[in-house]
């Protein structure tokens, strides 16, 4: 559809006039626009019929295929500009009557400003000033005709729509900034300017006043007093306060119900079941020659005797023998039970049987026990006490104050300690002599009987005593406690003794038929005056008197190891077997003696 507008070639609404060849410095007249409904004149209006600034814009120009006037020759940058000579007064102008209605949205080529519409006016953002730097005065910006503009008429920048093709300016007088170059081909609009008729300059907006992107930087637009902001304009600063009261808030709320959980965990064991880690490595057998593997091979045979009497009753330990029910155990162990009392055997398992005692010996502080109807029985194998060596390793078992399957470890302290215990009945029947093995395994009251094993598990002897730190040696009937000295009769002087008492019932005593002189001081055994019948104090063809012993010699050494008393001479003869042949060394009237000497023998209590 036909607009009324020329169907010649159209200028493209962005274009701007050329610089002209001319070099007038007023601009020349703008020529009728063809195809236009009506023309402008050509005449420039007069400066006193210079329109004011709010008058509204023309609009209704349309698209023309006039030749573009031609633009004034640009003045040179470096000479400054001359003030603009006053033009010859002219006819007042008639407005010109746009072919279509104004567009309110100034959408191109309908909208205004036209192609003669002055550039934008001019602003120069800076940097905001670093805390603690003086702002300076703010700038005094120029309209786009150079007129100066107060800092107060230059309100916050707010972007304003953009005038569709911008019109060049007619060539204007301005004097730059000390300091400022414009580029070449941009151009200040002189002051006192007036537009050409029918072009109607529109206000000069304050936030353009002070943009020139050619331009160099100038102060900032618009200064307030106030505290100093920080790079990112002061807004964030403001909010920061709040933020980090806030993350505090939250530090301190999740902190509490940390703080809650974590103590509700600690006193209730977790949320969950807790599992702690664990050796899943099994956990396997023990070296034989251990001390766990020797109480795993011996403890079934070890078992904790109770015997209760008329008057008392005790607690003791012993070991199994053989499959018929035979356990060895310390005479002391069973005698509170008397001829009526009751003795029950505990094994290792927790099984228990009653027992019968098949015979026992005061002399030698053993006994034998006999429990029937009981099958899988593991007898103790038994060693060789002649062998031992001091030093060598050892464990005993028992059940020191009932505390069954006791097992402790120590070495052998000594061997052939003369030890005597009992002798309560007051006249010596009731006395032992032992030629015993010291060690420092721990022996405690109950472990009397129980085994005393090497590291084969094998039992070298049997214990009996202990010696207390004040009441000198006991047995199992004191309550003193172990102090590291523990006394056991050896097992080859209990093995014979053993199946004396199966065999028998009884065990036999090697003699030499002499009565000692118990209250002798000496160094040495010596052989009393008179016996305890008033008799001879050497047997009438006893061993001694078939040796040449006579009353009042004093016997020093048995095999070639000394005696210093009584009671050490019992107990070297008693560590030998009836008809064992010993040699001794003796004193008589300061005279040193040797003979040879046949064990007798003697029914044992």
């Known amino acids: 559809m036909d607009d009324g507008k020329t169907t010649e070639p159209k200028a493209k609404w962005w274009s701007r006039p050329t610089p002209g060849r001319s070099t007038r410095t007023a601009p020349q007249e703008p020529s009728p626009v063809e195809g236009s409904a009506d023309a402008v004149p050509a005449a420039d209006p007069p400066a006193e019929s210079e329109p004011p600034q709010d008058a509204p814009r023309e609009t209704g120009t349309a698209r023309t295929t006039a030749p573009e006037p031609t633009a004034p020759a640009a003045p040179e940058p470096a000479a400054p500009a001359a003030p603009a000579a006053p033009r010859p007064p002219a006819s007042a102008p008639q407005a010109a009557q746009p072919l279509h209605e104004p567009d309110q949205y100034s959408t191109p080529?309908?909208?205004?400003?036209?192609?003669?519409?002055?550039a934008p006016p001019v602003q120069r953002p800076v940097q905001t000033p670093a805390h603690g730097t003086p702002v300076p005065p703010p700038y005094a910006g120029t309209n786009g005709s150079g007129m100066t503009v107060p800092p107060a008429q230059a309100p916050a920048f707010q972007p304003q729509p953009q005038p569709p093709h911008p019109m060049p300016a007619p060539?204007?007088?301005?004097?730059?900034?000390?300091?400022?170059?414009?580029?070449?081909?941009?151009?200040?609009?002189?002051?006192?300017?007036?537009?050409?008729?029918?072009?109607?300059?529109?206000?000069?907006?304050?936030?353009?006043?002070?943009?020139?992107?050619?331009?160099a930087p100038r102060q900032p637009l618009i200064t307030q007093p106030g505290p100093p902001l920080g790079p990112d304009g002061g807004r964030r600063g403001r909010r920061r306060g709040p933020v980090l009261i806030g993350a505090l808030l939250l530090a301190l709320v999740a902190g509490g119900i940390g703080g809650g959980i974590g103590a509700y965990i600690e006193r209730n064991g977790g949320l969950t079941q807790v599992e702690l880690p664990q050796d899943e490595r099994n956990g396997g057998g023990r070296a034989p020659d251990s001390v766990a593997g020797i109480a795993a091979s011996a403890l079934p045979s070890v078992v904790t005797l109770h015997v209760s009497g008329t008057t008392e009753s005790g607690t003791g330990t012993g070991f199994v023998l053989d499959n018929r029910g035979h356990i060895l155990t310390n005479n002391h162990v069973v005698a509170p039970a008397g001829s009526s009392g009751e003795i029950t055997v505990t094994f290792s398992g927790g099984e228990t049987a009653h027992a019968e005692i098949v015979g026992k010996d005061s002399g030698y502080?053993?006994?034998?026990?006999?429990?029937?109807?009981?099958?899988?029985?593991?007898?103790?194998?038994?060693?060789?006490?002649?062998?031992?060596?001091?030093?060598?390793?050892?464990?005993?078992?028992?059940?020191?104050?009932?505390?069954?399957?006791?097992?402790?470890?120590?070495?052998?302290?000594?061997?052939?300690?003369?030890?005597?215990?009992?002798?309560?009945?007051?006249?010596?029947?009731?006395?032992?002599?032992?030629?015993?093995?010291?060690?420092?395994?721990?022996?405690?009251?109950?472990?009397?009987?129980?085994?005393?094993?090497?590291?084969?598990?094998?039992?070298?002897?049997?214990?009996?005593?202990?010696?207390?730190?004040?009441?000198?040696?006991?047995?199992?009937?004191?309550?003193?406690?172990?102090?590291?000295?523990?006394?056991?009769?050896?097992?080859?002087?209990?093995?014979?003794?053993?199946?004396?008492?199966?065999?028998?019932?009884?065990?036999?005593?090697?003699?030499?038929?002499?009565?000692?002189?118990?209250?002798?001081?000496?160094?040495?055994?010596?052989?009393?005056?008179?016996?305890a019948d008033g008799k001879s104090s050497v047997t009438e063809d006893g061993p001694g008197a078939e040796a040449g012993i006579r009353p009042g010699d004093v016997i020093t050494a048995v095999n070639g190891k000394r005696v210093h008393s009584g009671e050490e001479l019992i107990v070297k003869i008693r560590s030998h077997r009836p008809g064992d042949q010993l040699r001794f060394s003796l004193t008589r009237g300061g005279k040193d003696l040797s003979m040879t000497l046949t064990l007798g023998s003697a029914t044992g209590t």
């Open 109 to 118: 080529p309908y909208g205004g400003p036209g192609p003669w519409a002055p």
């Open 171 to 215: 060539p204007q007088q301005h004097i730059p900034p000390q300091g400022h170059t414009p580029p070449q081909g941009v151009h200040a609009q002189p002051q006192g300017h007036t537009p050409p008729q029918g072009v109607h300059t529109p206000p000069p907006s304050p936030q353009w006043l002070q943009y020139d992107p050619w331009g």
């Open 365 to 531: 502080d053993l006994a034998v026990v006999k429990v029937s109807g009981v099958s899988g029985l593991k007898p103790l194998p038994l060693g060789n006490s002649d062998n031992v060596q001091v030093g060598d390793p050892v464990v005993a078992i028992g059940a020191p104050f009932d505390l069954s399957n006791t097992v402790t470890s120590g070495i052998i302290s000594a061997k052939d300690r003369p030890i005597t215990a009992g002798g309560e009945k007051g006249d010596g029947s009731d006395i032992s002599y032992v030629d015993a093995l010291q060690t420092d395994a721990p022996i405690n009251p109950g472990n009397s009987g129980g085994p005393l094993v090497d590291t084969d598990a094998h039992v070298i002897g049997i214990n009996s005593a202990i010696r207390a730190a004040d009441s000198g040696s006991t047995t199992e009937g004191g309550q003193a406690g172990s102090i590291g000295l523990g006394f056991a009769i050896p097992i080859n002087q209990g093995k014979r003794v053993a199946e004396e008492l199966i065999n028998t019932g009884k065990a036999t005593h090697p003699v030499i038929g002499v009565t000692l002189d118990m209250k002798y001081t000496g160094d040495g055994a010596k052989v009393g005056p008179k016996g």
